[in-house]
């Protein structure tokens, strides 16, 4: 079942005079991770706040639920919240009861092991936590669709290899379809199912994973997988 | 381990700042009522200092009515610059039409309008209301340019991610733009309390303005002591006002602005 679709989209930003896409089309699968790969400025973080709703389209059609829900590069906590009110606020504001607030906060910050760091405010967390906390957070709105944008490069290698299993074992518990933008090949072929490569504002190839799960990053296969991406970003 | 290093820093400074802050109120206190006794020795030798003139109850009354109309113009100010703010970064457009409007605004010297406000209130009678109209005008710039300073700096992950969690209106007002200026209204304050300070020297002391008028109408307070008695050549009552002003100002300072920067801490961004 398609659970997004982007028809012909094009954007351009009338202010500065930058076409940002042209003519994309994509279609995600229900509970699919798909991950946007290119270098920066080719596009992808406008394609997932397209997807978002953040951004309009200049043209084009978007098919996309409304339950959406987005983790971003710095976390975006509030510095005046602890943990928990930082994930029980964006409940109520979405209109849970204080109770089902506090349900779904323990439950996520358990998710992510997390639960300890409750009382904890964001600048007494590492980078990862931090992170792991913004995760908690979308989940708990219970979104049918998670946006994660560039979400672990401004962390270092280990926390980032951490957070790829806390991820992967986000999505296998909870079915949810994932959309990831990256500028990490190696991430994207480790995690998702398709990767669209994108260069200059166009998708150049969508193209699929095969590799068995879990995957290491180490493998012939995995290599090789790289070398073609590589090819297609190049060529 | 890190966490604790952390906030051991924070106060570290925060008391050392306590200390070094009472220090030098004290020299700044000494270093003044030495300048201003040898100037006015100079002046008028210090035995014709009437100590009569120096009624506590006058410079008490003096303070009260002073902070009194400070405050006031501060809290209208606060209450007003907000919306104000808001408004003019509301969007690109309003700010291209507004922002200008605000600079050329606040670029106007306050003691311009003045006289004319003073003879404004006048009509009505409203000393006070004229006293308080002008130190509220002169706070209102300081917050409302700090506050579009603080509304510009919310990163756009912060405004996005509120877009995506659906909080909006009064809630994102209440919980996360008024929390994230919150370090900016706090210097702003600061410096419209400068501000007021300073301006009420001439805003208390409204006979000037006024056509024949007499310093007895000025509305009693810390500006208009400072201001008369210097003219009367009450030197005791000149000094005691000047005292007293900056031992409140550094008590206002230590005791709401320092724990309040502290404070302002939490509220920011890395």
């Known amino acids: 079942m398609t659970e997004i679709s982007l028809k012909d989209i094009s954007k351009v930003f009338k202010?500065?005079?930058?076409?940002?896409?042209?003519?994309?089309?994509?279609?995600?699968?229900k509970g699919e991770f798909f991950c946007l790969v290119g270098p920066s400025g080719c596009g992808k973080s406008t394609i997932l706040r397209i997807i978002s709703g953040l951004e309009k389209p200049s043209s084009g059609e978007v098919q996309a639920p409304k339950e959406i829900s987005m983790v971003f590069q710095?976390?975006?906590?509030?510095?005046?919240?602890?943990?928990?009110?930082?994930?029980?606020?964006v409940c109520k504001a979405n209109g849970m009861s204080d109770l089902k607030a506090e349900e779904q906060t323990t439950k996520y910050l358990r998710m992510v092991d997390l639960e300890g760091f409750r009382y904890r405010y964001p600048r007494e967390l590492s980078g990862g936590q931090r992170q792991r906390v913004g995760i908690a957070r979308a989940l708990a709105i219970e979104p049918t669709v998670l946006l994660l944008d560039e979400p672990f490069s401004a962390l270092d290698p280990i926390t980032t290899d951490e957070l790829h299993t806390y991820l992967l074992k986000i999505w296998k518990e909870t079915q949810k379809t994932i959309v990831m933008v990256s500028h990490m090949l190696e991430e994207a072929i480790l995690l998702s199912n398709r990767i669209g490569i994108m260069k200059k504002g166009e998708i150049k190839q969508i193209m699929e994973i095969k590799l068995k799960r879990p995957r290491s990053q180490g493998s012939n296969e995995f290599l090789k997988t790289l070398e073609e991406v590589k090819k297609v970003l190049i060529g | 381990m890190a966490i604790r290093h952390y906030h051991h820093h924070y106060h570290f400074s925060y008391l050392t700042s306590k200390k070094r802050h009472f220090t030098s109120l004290l020299i700044v206190i000494s270093i003044i009522t030495l300048i201003l006794l040898t100037i006015l020795h100079f002046l008028s030798p210090l035995t014709s200092i009437n100590i009569k003139q120096l009624s506590w109850e006058t410079i008490t009354f003096a303070t009260l009515n002073t902070l009194y109309r400070l405050?006031?113009?501060?809290?209208?100010?606060?209450?007003?610059?907000?919306?104000?703010?808001?408004?003019?970064?509301?969007?690109?457009?309003?700010?291209?039409?507004?922002l200008p409007i605000a600079d050329v605004l606040q670029s106007i010297p306050?003691?311009?309008?003045f006289p004319v406000v003073v003879v404004f209130f006048i009509k009505f009678n409203a000393l006070e209301t004229a006293v308080i109209f002008i130190l509220f005008?002169?706070?209102?710039?300081?917050?409302?340019?700090?506050?579009?300073?603080?509304?510009?700096?919310?990163?756009?992950?912060?405004?996005?991610?509120?877009?995506?969690?659906?909080?909006?209106?009064l809630r994102k007002l209440r919980y996360i733009t008024i929390p994230a200026i919150f370090p900016y209204i706090i210097t702003g304050s600061l410096l419209a309390w400068a501000q007021g300070w300073s301006l009420l020297i001439v805003a208390e002391a409204l006979h000037s303005y006024i056509p024949n008028g007499q310093a007895a109408n000025d509305p009693l307070g810390l500006g208009s002591l400072l201001v008369n008695s210097f003219y009367n050549g009450q030197n005791a009552v000149f000094i005691a006002s000047l005292i007293v002003m900056i031992v409140i100002i550094a008590l206002i300072n230590f005791f709401i602005w320092q724990k309040l920067l502290h404070l302002a801490e939490r509220f920011k961004f890395d």
């Open chain 1, 15 to 29: 202010t500065v005079k930058v076409t940002a896409l042209t003519d994309v089309s994509l279609e995600v699968e």
């Open chain 1, 74 to 89: 710095s976390g975006a906590l509030l510095p005046w919240m602890n943990v928990e009110e930082n994930i029980s606020f």
């Open chain 2, 71 to 98: 405050l006031v113009s501060y809290v209208l100010s606060v209450i007003l610059s907000i919306p104000i703010a808001l408004l003019i970064t509301k969007s690109e457009r309003s700010e291209k039409f507004l």
């Open chain 2, 110 to 113: 306050v003691l311009a309008f």
């Open chain 2, 137 to 169: 005008l002169a706070m209102l710039w300081n917050l409302i340019f700090s506050m579009i300073g603080g509304l510009k700096t919310i990163p756009r992950d912060i405004t996005d991610a509120a877009t995506i969690f659906n909080i909006k209106g």
